[in-house]
């Protein structure tokens, strides 16, 4: 359909106020709710992490698209309980304990939000228990950790402990990553995967459940 081409270019363009208005007149056109979110606002923001992933674009570009996709996103919400549409994956994320950093998890949390995924940002600063109680509230399927420093990678490694002792293992899924955090790293501690960016965090977690 030309209005969702439009509404992926408007996205790629960060053009708010036009996502917005396009939403609204796919709506009104009869399209269903997850057309316009898969072949609209989810393919828009895939094409702009493969720009970002290319450095194409940069964060600045990446957060006006994301802004864009909310304005696209208050309009379908509503029709979504009618039509059923489930979200792909639900992710509880945040920075560790002890690392006040969160550019590159918000980053993470706008680009799994584009790919069509729930995400339940804690922030920074969080706890082991606050992570797994989360995760187990939220009753997720993915636990993202981040971390920016060196010294509170350990965390990683308790919140990673907690989640087997909980005996959720298999269950809830621990994806890490951050500057010093390394593939090795998160092999040695437990964790099931691995993101060395914002794009290929989204990668990791769409191929984990089969996208």
């Known amino acids: 359909m030309e209005i969702l081409a439009s509404i992926v270019q408007s996205l790629e363009e960060g053009d708010e106020e036009t996502v917005s208005e396009l939403t609204r007149e796919a709506l009104g056109q009869g399209l269903k709710a997850r057309d316009i979110l898969d072949k609209g606002l989810i393919a828009g923001m895939n094409a702009v992490g493969v720009k970002f992933r290319e450095h194409e674009v940069f964060l600045p570009d990446v957060l006006l698209s994301a802004k864009a996709m909310n304005a696209g996103m208050k309009h379908l919400k509503p029709h979504f309980a009618k039509e059923g549409v489930p979200n792909i994956g639900k992710v ?29 940002d804690l922030g920074k600063d969080i706890i082991p228990e606050a992570f797994v109680d989360a995760a187990v509230r939220e009753e997720a399927g993915f636990l993202g950790l981040s971390a920016l420093l060196t010294t509170t990678m350990p965390v990683m490694k308790d919140v990673v402990d907690l989640v087997k002792k909980r005996g959720l293992s298999g269950k809830l899924r621990v994806i890490v990553g951050g500057a010093p955090v390394s593939e090795d790293y998160a092999r040695q501690i437990g964790a099931d995967l691995y993101a060395f960016d914002a794009a290929s965090a989204v990668d990791r977690l769409k191929a984990a459940v089969g996208r």
Do not use: E, Q, W
Not at 95 to 119: E, P, Q, R, Y
């Open 92 to 120: 509880v994320l945040g920075t560790v304990h002890g690392d006040l950093h969160d550019i590159g998890k918000n980053l993470v949390s706008i680009m799994l939000k584009g790919a069509g995924f729930d995400v339940v």
